[in-house]
T-cell receptor, first 112, second 115 residues
Framework: AQSVSQHNHHVILSEAASLELGCNYS??????LFWYVQYPGQHLQLLLK??????LVKGIKGFEAEFIKSKFSFNLRKPSVQWSDTAEYFC??????????FGTGTKLQVIP | GAVVSQHPSWVICKSGTSVKIECRSL??????MFWYRQFPKQSLMLMAT?????????EQGVEKDKFLINHASLTLSTLTVTSAHPEDSSFYIC???????????FGPGTRLTVT
């Protein structure tokens, strides 16, 4: 069975600080990896995804994530956060049957 | 971009009654739709996967007779919570997978409160 763990439950940063959110997954086969964002009062939106190819994936709004197969990790990064990045971030993985398993989410609060 | 809608966005019902939630893909055909449940301060839990024209596949621990799923067309799936109880109160979210791109799009969710 596939599983996803996000180690940071709540992160507080000042504007312009750098961000890295951890995500580790467990699955024995080929995986597709995703980061979703849920802004306050809104529904989930896709930030970026990795299917194959370059392990460094660039998404919307300046976010990027790096797939490190040997570490089973897919950490999300942004060099300089803004107040508008305040949201909850979910890492997700799909395995062989294409059902999506979500991590528990990380709440990011950016202080102006 | 692709849009998925859910109706209603919020519903209150009495214990013992049934509630139907609709999930529609507005501008694409969804061969597969997923139903999730999200508890407060927790992640999304997949309840079932439905493919158009066939029976839904339920996750372990999800009662198929209680949570009836129908995916009658490529743009509509419904979740009916039968004989609702207060413990069924939750936030139900659907997603639809585009049959061409395999991208998955999420609906805004439905808040169910059972009194």
């Amino acid at each position: 069975a596939q599983s996803v763990s996000q180690h940071n439950h709540h992160v507080i940063l000042s504007e312009a600080a750098s961000l890295e959110l951890g995500c580790n997954y467990s699955y024995g086969g080929t995986v597709n990896l995703f980061w979703y964002v849920q802004y306050p009062g809104q529904h989930l939106q896709l930030l970026l995804k990795y299917f194959s190819g370059d392990p460094l994936v660039k998404g919307i709004k300046g976010f990027e994530a790096e797939f490190i197969k040997s570490k089973f990790s897919f950490n999300l990064r942004k060099p300089s956060v803004q107040w508008s990045d305040t949201a909850e971030y979910f890492c997700a993985v799909t395995g062989g049957y294409q059902k999506v398993t979500f991590g528990t989410g990380t709440k990011l609060q950016v202080i102006p | 971009g692709a849009v998925v809608s859910q109706h209603p966005s919020w519903v209150i019902c009495k214990s013992g009654t049934s509630v139907k939630i609709e999930c529609r893909s507005l501008d694409f055909q969804a061969t597969t739709m997923f139903w999730y449940r999200q508890f407060p301060k927790q992640s999304l839990m997949l309840m079932a996967t439905s493919n158009e024209g066939s029976k839904a596949t339920y996750e372990q621990g999800v009662e198929k007779d209680k949570f009836l799923i129908n995916h009658a067309s490529l743009t509509l799936s419904t979740l009916t919570v039968t004989s609702a109880h207060p413990e069924d109160s939750s936030f139900y979210i659907c997603s639809a997978r585009d049959g061409l791109s395999y991208e998955q799009y999420f609906g805004p969710g439905t808040r169910l409160t059972v009194t």
